[in-house]
């Protein structure tokens, strides 16, 4: 088992920064199996799109919409994932999940908001 904990989540205007951070935690096992880390956002009505994931060895993907403004990143020795992000605009505003495979099995967090106020 493992769970997820985000937090950085707030209120910023457009244009601003905020960095997001999730901390994976559990059984050794199931950390130490840990590959695939992403980010994803649902906003209101909509569906749950993936932002931006990351693999074990580093290799990074980003939707087209936040190419160039966000950045992911982790760090394998505090299990933890980050999600960068500037430039923000009101478009962004959506819950942010995220999300790890350990042992081929899918685990989320619970969310945390980002509202972007134009």
């Known amino acids: 088992q493992v769970q997820l904990v985000e937090s950085g989540g707030g209120l910023v205007q457009a244009g601003g920064s905020l960095r997001l951070s999730c901390v994976a935690s559990g059984s050794i096992s199931s950390i130490n199996h840990i590959n695939h880390m992403g980010w994803y956002r649902q906003a209101p009505g909509k569906q749950r799109d993936l932002v931006a994931h990351?693999?074990?060895?580093?290799?990074?993907t980003y939707a087209d919409s936040v190419k160039g403004r966000f950045t992911i990143s982790r760090d394998d020795a505090k299990n933890t994932v980050y999600l960068q992000m500037t430039g923000l605009k009101p478009e962004d505003t959506a819950v942010y999940y995220c999300?790890?495979?350990?042992?081929?099995?899918?685990?989320w967090g619970q969310g945390t908001q980002v509202t972007v106020s134009s």
């Open positions: 999300n790890a495979f350990s042992l081929q099995y899918p685990y």
């Open positions: 990351i693999t074990s060895g580093g290799t990074t």
